[in-house]
């Protein structure tokens, strides 16, 4: 099935998020959406699956104009869209999800349904249990739930937005190899929207670069990582560098901590990290490294062991105690954990703001949201909710909120959703916390972005962590023989 927009244009107050695009894409090829963040491409995407309605333009199917209103009728239109926070629901099942939206209503034929879920999970190589409730997923797995629902209700026009954003690199292979079966032997088309240049060069047939709402360019592939950055942001980007700080004092310290979650346990693991020291942490989802980033923020409780901030004892405390300690944590799941749909963002800076009392000065934090958005360089307004931004420039806003000054900053995938430019913006600014003493953790899918930054890796397979000392005497391979479980050993991390 061939889809192709005419002359979109899509207005957002005075932000003109998609300024008279026109594109067409056939049937059984990949295409890659290309633009740094604010480009426009989640506006033309979410026009295109039903979510936004163009101010103008048209859009056709097989050379026919449709008309829909909603994500319901693009879906009988035959085009879904996989976001990049997926639109499940929390407390329902794996099978309840993946029926729910299905004209059958409250009455489907669940036997069908489970041997429909289970017949596309193993065809794709996804591991999902129908039982479980989605809380208990990875955003990996609520992802490959999402793009099995959606062929299930017969989608021919499959949207991904930024789908390789938080998963590990085997889950990425298992899902570029079922996107290409899509493409090629069911004649699907795959619409691809990623900041990762290397996931679009190794993936996609042809290329579109958006850059601040207008298209800019298009290209088959092969085609060099240069000429795409160019394409993108008008020149080559200079690569990533990290100077070591010599480190400081002991900030965060477990000691023999034990935690555990219903897949894996890491147990009798003794950490320190000290004051300028930038800690990656590496693994598949699900891994353990998720369960120790919690238990230092207070977000879970250990079973055994203890967790200090500059030597004090914050073992059980709650998550607030911790913040108080000069903690700063960064959720994966953004508009979940880290931000409020339905706040603006001066709502959120006033929520954060420790010289607001219990009168909020809405003349001051509509200042502070203002300095905010200029210096992050967030496309947004202060009255804006914060699920109107686009998925990269809520990350920036995540950014934006945390103190900054704090003792140490736990991260989960820091640059999630972010394009290159975006991203190195993004370390400037946790390296120059980092450069006045604030010790880093942090958790990312990219390894390339782990090794660059990290003065130490922690590599967790099945609750077991293994130490790298030295990234930048360690490849990439090596580093993913690690994390698969060869020649991981359980040890202690000094």
């Known amino acids: 099935m061939s889809i192709e927009v005419r002359h979109i244009h899509k207005s957002f107050g005075p932000v003109h998020a998609n300024n008279d695009i026109s594109l067409k894409f056939d049937d059984g090829r990949i295409y890659g959406i290309l633009g740094e963040n604010g480009a426009g491409k989640s506006t033309l995407m979410k026009i295109l699956s039903g979510f936004y309605l163009p101010d103008s333009g048209e859009i ?25 926070d997926p639109l499940d629901i929390g407390p329902f099942t794996v099978l309840e999800n993946f029926v729910y939206g299905r004209p059958d209503g409250a009455l489907p034929d669940w036997q069908a349904a489970r041997e429909q879920l289970q017949q596309l999970s193993a065809r794709f190589h996804f591991d999902l249990n129908p039982d479980v409730t989605i809380e208990r997923l990875s955003i990996g797995q609520r992802q490959q739930l999402e793009i099995i629902r959606l062929l299930a209700l017969g989608v021919r026009v499959l949207i991904l937005d930024e789908p390789t954003t938080g998963i590990s690199a085997l889950q990425k292979s298992v899902l570029f190899g079922s996107l290409k079966r899509l493409a090629k032997e069911d004649g699907l088309t795959v619409l691809f929207v990623s900041h990762k240049l290397e996931d679009v060069l190794e993936l ?91 238990a230092s923020v207070g977000l879970l409780k250990p079973l055994k062991g203890r967790v200090l901030i500059n030597g004090q004892d914050m073992t059980g405390r709650p998550f607030r105690a911790f913040l108080e300690a000069g903690v700063g944590f960064g959720a994966a799941g953004r508009l979940e954990e880290g931000l409020v749909s339905g706040l603006t963002l001066t709502e959120h800076f006033a929520l954060v703001d420790p ?23 967030i496309y947004g307004r202060p009255d804006s909710p914060i699920e109107t931004l686009s998925g990269g420039n809520q990350q920036r806003v995540l950014m934006a909120l945390m103190p900054s000054s704090p003792h140490i900053l736990v991260l989960e995938h820091p640059t999630r959703g972010l394009d290159v430019e975006s991203a190195r913006w993004i370390w400037e600014q946790i390296l120059a916390r980092r450069s006045e003493g604030t010790a880093v953790l942090f958790t990312s899918a990219d390894l390339d972005e782990i090794m660059t930054y990290s003065d130490r890796i922690l590599v967790f397979y099945a609750g077991q962590v293994t130490e790298v000392t030295e990234p930048e005497s ?20 000094a």
């Not at 560098?241 to 023999?256: F, I, M, Q, T």
């Open 474 to 493: 360690t490849t990439v391979e090596e580093l993913g023989h690690l994390i698969g479980g060869q020649g991981i050993r359980k040890e202690a991390a």
């Open 355 to 377: 010289e607001q009392r219990a009168w909020i000065d809405w003349e001051r934090a509509r200042a502070v949201t203002e300095e905010r958005i200029n210096h992050y360089n």
């Open 60 to 84: 056709f199917v097989d050379g026919k104009p449709v008309h829909y209103t909603d994500p319901q009728g693009a879906i009988e239109a035959g085009i879904g869209m996989l976001q990049q």
């Open 204 to 294: 996609c047939d042809e290329v579109a670069v958006l850059r601040l709402g207008r298209l800019v360019g298009q290209a088959k592939l092969p085609v060099t990582t240069d000429e795409l950055v160019a394409m993108m942001f008008g020149q080559e980007l200079a690569p990533p560098s990290h100077e070591k700080v010599a480190p400081g004092d002991v900030v965060l310290e477990v000691r023999d901590l034990t935690v555990a979650s219903h897949r894996v346990t890491v147990e009798g693991l003794n950490l320190q990290i000290r004051a300028g020291e930038v800690v990656g942490l590496a693994g598949l989802d699900g891994s353990g490294q998720e369960l120790l980033m919690r």
